[in-house]
C-alpha cells in the first residue's frame, strides 16, 4: 500500500526566506503528485501537479520537483511572506486512481 | 464559478440517526471522491467514482456509502453513524484519470456524532 510522507511536521521562518517542504512515497506506480496549501478550517487549494514523466513545475515563487525513482518531491518557496502561512499538503494519485496524502507540514512565516 | 459544492458546511447528529452529505460539482468532471481528514491521519480516500454507476472502496470505506446516478452529483451515505465518524469530510473531483487531472476540493462538511 502506499504511504505518503512530509518532512517537517512543522517549520517556521522568518520572511523573506527560501524554504524546502519535503513529500516521500513508497510507491513509484503514480500517474501524478499533487501540492496543495490549506488555511484553518478552509479546504484545500491545488498549487502544483507534476506528472509522472515531468521533473518539475513552476508558478510563480513556487517550484516543484519530482524524482519518482527515489520516490521524492520538493515544494521549494521563494522569498516566503507571512501570507504563505499555511499546512502544505502532497498527494499521490496511483495508477489504480486512488489518491494518498502526507499529513503536512504546517508553515508559519513570522514578519 | 467552477467549483464543487458539499452541504451541509457543519452536522451535528446522533449516533445511529441516517444522514447524507451531498456532492455536486459544475465542471463535467467524470472522476469524484470522498474523503475524511483526521489529526495526525490525514486525508484518507473514502469511496471514489470514475463514472456514473462506477464506484470503487478507497482506504477506509467502512460504515460508508455512495452512490453515482448523475455525472454532477455524488452524495455520501452514513446508514448508522457512529462517534468515530466525528470528522472532517472533504468531496472532491477531476475532469478524468490520469496523469494530467489535477484534483479540485469542496469547502469541507465538519461532522459531530454524539
Known amino acids: 500500500k502506499q504511504e505518503v510522507t512530509q518532512i517537517p511536521a512543522a517549520l517556521s521562518v522568518p520572511e523573506g526566506e527560501n524554504l524546502v517542504l519535503n513529500c516521500s512515497f513508497t510507491d513509484s506506480a503514480i500517474y501524478n503528485l499533487q501540492w496543495f496549501r490549506q488555511d484553518p478550517g478552509k479546504g484545500l487549494t491545488s498549487l502544483l501537479l507534476i506528472q509522472s514523466s515531468q521533473r518539475e513545475q513552476t508558478s510563480g515563487r513556487l517550484n516543484a520537483s519530482l524524482d519518482k525513482s527515489s520516490g521524492r518531491s520538493t515544494l521549494y518557496i521563494a522569498a516566503s511572506q507571512p501570507g504563505d502561512s499555511a499546512t502544505y499538503l502532497c498527494a499521490v494519485r496511483s495508477t489504480g486512481n486512488q489518491f494518498y496524502f502526507g499529513t503536512g507540514t504546517s508553515l508559519t512565516v513570522i514578519p | 464559478e467552477a467549483q464543487v459544492t458539499q452541504n451541509p458546511r457543519y452536522l451535528i447528529t446522533v449516533t445511529g440517526k441516517k444522514l447524507t452529505v451531498t456532492c455536486s460539482q459544475n465542471m463535467n468532471h467524470e472522476y469524484m471522491s470522498w474523503y475524511r481528514q483526521d489529526p495526525g491521519l490525514g486525508l484518507r480516500q473514502i469511496y471514489y467514482?470514475?463514472?456514473?454507476?462506477?464506484?470503487d472502496k478507497g482506504d477506509v470505506p467502512e460504515g460508508y456509502k455512495v452512490s453515482r446516478k448523475e455525472k454532477r452529483n455524488f452524495p455520501l451515505i452514513l446508514e448508522s453513524p457512529s462517534p468515530n465518524q466525528t470528522s472532517l469530510y472533504f468531496c472532491a473531483s477531476s475532469l478524468y484519470q490520469g496523469a494530467n487531472s489535477p484534483l479540485h476540493f469542496g469547502n469541507g462538511t465538519r461532522l459531530t456524532v454524539t
Open positions: 467514482s470514475m463514472n456514473v454507476e462506477v464506484t
